[in-house]
């Protein structure tokens, strides 16, 4: 059971547009939630994380948006670029100290000229 | 910032081979490593988790004797896929979190094992 759910799959937009993916968990032992970008051929590198006592954090073209009570994050990539086109997971560590992450399903974006 | 180093890339033999994939950590010191099997278009999957000095522990459903950890220092895991089969083939990765400098798990880049 997938204890963490992403979506969408995959999601096409044009270069300058916004990209919008969504996950929402229902451990509340959760305390981190990172986002990891893979290109084809690589491993994941972290993106952007964070923790549940803040509800948005920004990094560059880069936004966590995170509702505890819904218990939902999302992740949101202003003037979506061609190089941004790869593999987004979202994920959630069960413990602090345990570095156990629960991996989302994935969603490739494809970002057009 | 702190690099997970995964060798090799890309490793293709023939059935019934062992095979064995290095993870090195190689600015911080990795008392835990993870490995993760990754098929086309899915999500990573944690296979089991290596502890330095001790056992590794499997997830389940994953074969301890098929999959053999050893994680000798501080700086090194290794998985040794044995008697390889073509469904095996997979993508493999490991990562290390840095506890000391609480910095959240670095992926390596992965290793491609072509089984023929």
């Known amino acids: 059971q997938q204890q963490v759910k992403q979506s969408p799959q995959s999601l096409i937009v044009q270069k300058g547009g916004i990209s919008i993916i969504n996950c929402a968990y229902e451990n509340t032992a959760f305390d981190y939630f990172p986002w990891y970008q893979q290109f084809p051929g690589k491993g994941p590198a972290l993106l952007i994380a964070?923790?549940?006592?803040?509800s948005e954090k920004k990094e560059g073209r880069f936004t966590i948006s995170f509702n505890k009570s819904a218990k939902q994050f999302s992740l949101h990539i202003m003037d979506s670029q061609p190089g941004d086109s790869a593999t987004y997971f979202c994920a959630a560590h069960v413990h602090p100290n345990d570095y156990k992450l629960s991996f989302g399903a994935g969603t490739t974006v494809t970002v057009r000229a | 910032g702190a690099v997970v180093s995964q060798h090799p890339s890309r490793v293709i033999c023939k059935s019934g081979t062992s095979v064995k994939i290095e993870c090195r950590s190689l600015d911080f010191q990795a008392t835990t490593m993870f490995w993760y099997r990754q098929f086309p278009k899915q999500s990573l999957m944690l296979m089991a988790t290596s502890n330095e000095g001790s056992k590794a522990t499997y997830e389940q459903g994953v074969e301890k004797d098929k999959f053999l950890i050893n994680h000798a220092s501080l700086t090194l895991s290794t998985l040794t896929v044995t008697s390889a089969h073509p469904e095996d083939s997979s993508f493999y990765i490991c990562?290390?979190?840095?506890?000391?400098?609480?910095?959240?798990?670095?992926f390596g880049d992965g290793t491609r094992l072509s089984i023929l």
């Open positions: 990562s290390a979190p840095d506890r000391v400098g609480n910095q959240p798990q670095h």
């Open positions: 964070i923790r549940p006592d803040v």
